[in-house]
């Protein structure tokens, strides 16, 4: 089947993330992945602050940041949805539920993960051949709990070591080939120092390790990461920071910096940097912010995705 321009860009910038490609990076640990729109990110709030997240992620979103944290959502349910839209039609979206079963954590959530297009293809006299689609999924399930610990006079709600695990089936299809995958994801999560008016949270956490996958004829690694790192809140400055260095088994080393400012109760405002060692010229800015109303968040977040240009990534998520 032809395609015009349009489509062959379309697809070009597809493979980008799900094929395996080799890295041009400049690190040792640079190879080849499938399935790396596993690395694209859920959730603009964390995205804003360069998806340093690791240590204080919680709540539905914390499924694809570190299992651990979606033990310490605020109330007993919660639905996130992001989404992301690049060049043409592509799409990314993600979307998360969790529910807790005990008040010491006890928490499930399910996700799904979608990167894809669907476009008319042509031929050379700009004739209509019918329509093509490519399109990338996963299915997460992840459990996380809460341990008491840590005891202290001074600790109040975040005196647990939370862990938590997930695991993911993954498939991608283009024209032709299918592929299917599974890949497992664990962390966890603790405060290292809270007061009244101080909150400092260390974490780590492992994601997208499973059996290698093949879509063209030839094997590659999932793109698995582990990733480790702090942050500290002052809570009547309303001011957060993070610092976080992963280890991407395709990219190599990279830190992530990421700050949150709350001027007004409802209102976040969040920037960072990710310093990502990959050749995905992933490594930028980020900036964004969220509005919060009784249980419902609001953010948005810009980033620039290599290849794939200049990106807004919107969400919300509903707690009840």
Same mark, same amino acid.
């Given at each position: 089947?032809?395609?015009?321009?349009?489509?062959?860009?379309?697809?070009?910038?597809?493979?980008?993330?799900?094929?395996?490609?080799?890295?041009?990076?400049?690190?040792?640990?640079?190879?080849?992945?499938?399935?790396?729109?596993?690395?694209?990110?859920?959730?603009?709030?964390?995205?804003?602050?360069?998806?340093?997240?690791?240590?204080?992620?919680?709540?539905?979103?914390?499924?694809?940041?570190?299992?651990?944290?979606?033990?310490?959502?605020?109330?007993?349910?919660?639905?996130?949805?992001?989404?992301?839209?690049?060049?043409?039609?592509?799409?990314?979206?993600?979307?998360?539920?969790? =529910?807790?079963?005990?008040?010491?954590?006890?928490?499930?959530? #399910?996700?799904?993960? /979608?990167?894809?297009?669907?476009?008319?293809?042509? $031929?050379?006299?700009?004739?209509?051949?019918?329509? #093509?689609?490519?399109?990338?999924?996963?299915?997460?399930?992840?459990?996380?709990?809460?341990?008491?610990?840590?005891?202290?006079?001074? #600790?109040?709600?975040?005196?647990?070591?939370?862990?938590?695990?997930?695991?993911?089936?993954? /498939?991608?299809?283009?024209?032709?080939?299918?592929?299917?995958?599974?890949?497992?994801?664990?962390?966890?999560?603790?405060?290292?120092?809270?007061?009244?008016?101080?909150?400092?949270?260390?974490?780590?956490?492992?994601?997208?390790?499973?059996?290698?996958?093949?879509?063209?004829?030839?094997?590659?690694?999932?793109?698995?990461?582990?990733?480790?790192?702090?942050?500290?809140?002052? =809570?009547?400055?309303?001011?957060?920071?993070?610092?976080?260095? =992963?280890?991407?088994?395709?990219?190599?080393?990279?830190?992530?910096?990421?700050?949150?400012?709350?001027?007004?109760?409802?209102?976040?405002?969040?920037?960072?940097?990710?310093?990502?060692?990959?050749?995905?010229?992933?490594?930028?800015?980020?900036?964004?912010?969220?509005? /919060?109303?009784?249980?419902?968040?609001?953010?948005?977040?810009?980033? /620039?995705?290599?290849?794939?240009? $200049?990106?807004?990534?919107?969400?919300?998520?509903?707690?009840?």
């Amino acid at each position: 089947m032809a395609m015009n321009k349009k489509c062959w860009k379309l697809l070009l910038a597809l493979t980008v993330f799900s094929f395996p490609v080799e890295s041009t990076g400049a690190s040792s640990g640079a190879g080849t992945s499938a399935a790396t729109f596993l690395k694209l990110g859920a959730g603009p709030a964390e995205i804003a602050a360069a998806g340093a997240a690791t240590a204080d992620a919680a709540g539905a979103f914390a499924s694809y940041w570190n299992p651990a944290g979606i033990a310490r959502m605020a109330k007993d349910h919660e639905a996130a949805f992001s989404h992301a839209k690049w060049v043409g039609e592509l799409s990314h979206f993600y979307t998360a539920f969790a =529910k807790r079963f005990s008040q010491r954590g006890g928490v499930a959530s #399910f996700s799904i993960t /979608r990167l894809g297009t669907s476009q008319s293809g042509y $031929d050379s006299s700009n004739n209509s051949t019918g329509k #093509f689609s490519t399109s990338d999924i996963a299915l997460g399930a992840a459990y996380g709990r809460g341990l008491e610990v840590f005891p202290h006079s001074n #600790f109040n709600s975040e005196r647990f070591l939370y862990w938590g695990g997930g695991v993911k089936l993954i /498939r991608q299809s283009v024209p032709g080939a299918n592929s299917y995958g599974v890949a497992v994801d664990g962390g966890l999560q603790t405060a290292g120092v809270e007061t009244n008016n101080i909150l400092v949270q260390v974490g780590m956490a492992a994601r997208n390790w499973g059996p290698a996958m093949s879509l063209s004829g030839e094997k590659s690694p999932l793109p698995g990461q582990i990733s480790a790192g702090g942050s500290a809140e002052i =809570k009547s400055w309303g001011l957060r920071a993070a610092l976080e260095v =992963k280890w991407a088994r395709d990219d190599g080393i990279g830190p992530s910096v990421g700050m949150g400012w709350s001027p007004a109760k409802p209102l976040e405002l969040r920037m960072g940097y990710r310093g990502d060692a990959g050749g995905e010229g992933m490594g930028s800015l980020t900036f964004g912010g969220g509005l /919060r109303w009784q249980g419902v968040s609001l953010d948005v977040a810009m980033l /620039r995705q290599g290849k794939l240009g $200049d990106t807004m990534n919107l969400g919300m998520t509903y707690a009840w």
